[in-house]
């Protein structure tokens, strides 16, 4: 079993929708969350970075974390075009990021 | 720079050649990491530098993998004796982090190795 489990997709959805995506970890020690994009032939970039347990805001973009179920989960609000890329779960309990297998989403104008 | 470099973009191999990948860091960045990402995949971490240091080579697949940085800036991952399992884009990445959780890293476009 991977220590990171992502929910596969790949999710369609239409502009203006809010996409949900998560993750599932095992390692206790994970206590930093990171989110990255990915577009496509690209290298991924850092859209969320949370610390420990709870919530965290950025623009339409909420990250969410809960330790006690070692749950991982990212709402794109107000979805557009432009969202359309490949999410990446990445926690850590150091320097070294565990990555999901990413989600792929399209949103459709 | 302004990004993390990696050349060659695109590289295709015959089974059993060598091949060495560069990456050129942002400048002054002092951890450097290379990842492997398999088609469909999430990016598989393969080993950490610290300046010119190697402080973590455990992700590295086979002994046919080595990497170097020598100089604490530019750093080349070389595979020899290339195998079919080796085709993955090879990502590299950068922090100004030294210590403790490295916070943004900063990937470059990776280089695609393709072996026949």
């Known amino acids: 079993q991977k220590e990171v489990e992502q929910d596969p997709g790949p999710l369609s959805v239409p502009e203006g929708a809010i996409v949900s995506l998560n993750c599932t970890y095992s390692?206790?020690?994970?206590?930093?969350f990171m989110w990255y994009r990915q577009y496509s032939r690209k290298g991924p970039e850092l859209l969320m970075y949370t610390y420990s347990s709870g919530n965290k805001e950025d623009g339409r973009f909420t990250a969410q974390v809960d330790k006690s179920s070692k749950y991982i989960s990212l709402f794109i609000r107000d979805s557009q075009p432009s969202d359309s890329a490949t999410y990446l779960c990445?926690?850590?309990?150091?320097?070294?990021?565990?990555f999901g297998a990413g989600t792929t989403v399209t949103v459709r104008a | 720079g302004a990004g993390v470099s990696q050349s060659p973009r695109y590289k295709v191999a015959k089974r059993g050649q060598d091949v060495a990948l560069r990456c050129d860091p942002i400048?002054?960045?002092?951890?450097l990491f290379w990842y492997q990402q398999a088609l469909g995949q999430g990016p598989e971490f393969l080993t950490y530098f610290q300046n010119e240091a190697q402080l973590d080579k455990s992700g590295l697949p086979s002994d046919r993998f080595f990497a170097e940085r020598p100089e604490g800036s530019v750093s080349t991952l070389k595979i020899q004796r290339t195998q079919q399992e080796d085709s993955a884009v090879y990502l590299c990445?950068?922090?100004?982090?030294?210590?403790?959780?490295?916070?943004?890293?900063?990937f470059g476009e990776g280089s695609r190795l393709t072996v026949l």
């Open positions: 990445a926690p850590s309990d150091d320097y070294k990021l565990s």
């Open positions: 400048s002054g960045h002092v951890s």
């Open positions: 990445a950068s922090s100004s982090r030294a210590s403790g959780n490295t916070g943004e890293l900063f």
């Open positions: 390692n206790s020690a994970f206590q930093y």
